[in-house]
């Protein structure tokens, strides 16, 4: 039934029908663009991307083995996460240095690897032309060009994750057993990227199309899954690093399982350092996740709901249900949690792109007049926040400088350049069908050299790189503390590449580190900050400046100097 289904999709008209024809190497060329070009000309972000990158530097620094079973962060304890992001940058920082470029150098690898196993995907399933689509939509969206360019989680996870779904599928539909095999390996290590996770969304996405396929029959079929050396594959992966974690911490188990996973779920997590949004926190985020593709989800709908009856394939094949439900499973899960990120439901990315590549395919939109649509929504929708942004004052408090320009001047100029690009594009997509839909990356490509331009000029008050290199030169030998928070200046221990000690720390990511280690002495109160003697710097959040010389700690200091969000006392 399913090879029968397989060769349907082969032979269809409409998979050699995309009336146009996008080169493997041009995918290729947009996607190292994209993820690489400035990829280091903006020092690196405070919160998550400096806490990851800090993190690797210590087990690098420190020379005990535990650092790397056990990740410690600012010398404490850090079990939140699986190391397996930490020990690739590791390994990158080695090979390559501590340059900002090198720290985000896996979440770009991660990036191009779903680039490569999208256009594997639709070689596979011979659709290539609908795979090149694709992997230009999903690469090139805004928001995904975003986490590819930095250092978190998410962007690893998806690589793994959409490797095993898709060799799943492949397994399913041609019943071999290296895809099924190839699959655990690859969920293997996104447990180790991200927990359980990663099992849970790729077992929820194959048990719902399984049993949307096969019906009454599914427990029959999910027989076929159960092969003893694809299991044992999975376990020689995974299990010796939890062995590891649960003997050099004996509440690793409860806090990895329980805290991290089930509590978290819940909203029970301790501590409560997470965002609850609404049921439908991810459906905005998923336009910005494939923007500005995703602006053509509702017109080919309606394409397609209007050609249905003349479409030549059959709407709920296997590979339509995997499809679907590869990124809806995701979406329902995530928004059912109580802990909600921006970045979360980019796991399901690519199958969302690769869902709509195929709807445009099928719906014939690709051809004729319908391509110029994109543009000319984009091109609108700019025009219009161009001229919102002329009318009000909503920039006008930022002081600061973008090449030459006031931000929102600078914002305005982008706006209108993107709606001309729109319009440019638009007409190159028409006139030259071979071209198509393919002329608008040009636009996600200009969209982020401008965010690059923007991220550098306000890098000051991103990142504590310059921060870092005041204390160094006018202020070398001093003891660094924080006020409180560590989050906020995350970026600056990096950069000075030692730890810095807390007073009265309010920090989230500390927390267990330092209820494991009670007896450090990286965390300190303000009494015993008022008996040290010792030449010292504090790092004071501007939101905290009034707590801070409420307890008149600031009288011991002579000056003060601003850094972006944060005051320097020395």
């Known amino acids: 039934m399913f090879l029968s289904q397989l060769n349907t999709q082969r032979n269809s008209p409409n998979s050699t029908a995309m009336g146009m024809a996008i080169p493997v190497w041009l995918v290729w060329v947009v996607s190292i663009l994209c993820v690489w070009v400035g990829l280091g000309s903006y020092g690196v972000l405070n919160n998550n991307e400096g806490l990851y990158a800090q993190i690797p530097h210590e087990m690098l620094a420190s020379g005990d083995i535990k650092h790397w079973i056990i990740p410690h962060l600012n010398g404490l304890p850090y079990m939140e996460k699986p190391p397996l992001l930490y020990w690739l940058t590791a390994l990158s920082f080695v090979l390559f240095g501590q340059a900002e470029w090198v720290v985000r150098l896996i979440p770009t690898l991660a990036g191009l690897g779903c680039v490569g196993l999208i256009l594997n995907f639709g070689e596979r399933i011979y659709r290539p032309q609908v795979g090149r689509l694709a992997a230009l939509m999903f690469i090139s969206g805004l928001g995904i060009l975003i986490i590819s360019r930095t250092l978190v989680f998410d962007m690893l996870l998806t690589f793994f994750l959409t490797g095993a779904l898709m060799c799943a599928y492949l397994y399913k539909v041609e019943e071999h057993i290296s895809d099924l095999r190839w699959a655990h390996v690859f969920l293997a290590f996104g447990v180790l990227t991200k927990g359980f996770v990663a099992i849970l969304l790729c077992s929820l996405v194959v048990l719902v199309w399984i049993m949307m396929v096969h019906g009454t029959d599914a427990w029959k079929q999910y027989r076929k899954w159960i092969d003893p050396v694809s299991i044992a594959i999975f376990f020689v992966i995974t299990v010796p690093w939890f062995v590891a974690a649960s003997l050099s911490e004996p509440i690793f188990l409860w806090f990895f399982f329980i805290n991290e996973h089930v509590l978290r779920f819940m909203g029970q997590r301790l501590p409560h350092d997470f965002y609850s949004g609404p049921w439908w926190y991810y459906l905005p985020r998923m336009v910005i996740y494939l923007f500005p593709w995703s602006l053509l989800l509702p017109v080919a709908l309606m394409a397609t709901w209007s050609r249905r009856s003349r479409i030549e394939i059959q709407e709920f094949t296997i590979l339509r249900k995997t499809l679907i439900f590869a990124w809806l499973v995701p979406l329902v899960f995530f928004s059912l949690s109580s802990a909600k990120a921006n970045y979360y439901l980019i796991v399901g990315m690519p199958f969302a792109a690769l869902n709509l590549a195929l709807l445009l395919e099928q719906s014939e939109f690709l051809k004729g007049i319908r391509s110029v649509l994109l543009g000319l929504i984009l091109a609108l929708l700019t025009a219009a926040a161009a001229i919102y942004l002329s009318l009000t004052d909503r920039l006008t408090s930022f002081d600061l400088i973008l090449q030459g320009l006031s931000v929102s001047h600078y914002a305005q100029l982008t706006l209108w350049t993107i709606t001309s690009l729109s319009l440019i594009t638009a007409l190159v997509a028409w ?44 202020l070398p030998n001093r003891t660094v503390y924080m006020y409180r928070n560590y989050e906020q200046n995350s970026s600056l221990p990096f950069y000075l590449k030692r730890t810095v000690r807390v007073i009265d720390s309010s920090s989230s990511d500390l927390y267990w580190g330092n209820r494991l280690r009670p007896e450090n002495s990286l965390m300190v109160s303000r009494e015993v900050l008022k008996s040290k003697k010792e030449p010292m710097v504090i790092v004071v959040p501007n939101t905290l400046l009034d707590e801070f010389a409420h307890e008149k700690l600031h009288t011991r200091f002579l000056n003060n100097k601003q850094f972006g969000y944060a005051t320097l006392f020395y």
């Open 431 to 474: 006139r030259y069908s071979r071209i198509g839909l393919a002329a608008y990356s040009v636009l996600p490509l200009f969209i982020m050299l401008a965010l690059v331009v923007a991220a550098n000029g306000v890098s000051p008050m991103i990142s504590d790189h310059t921060m870092a290199d005041f204390i160094q030169q006018k």
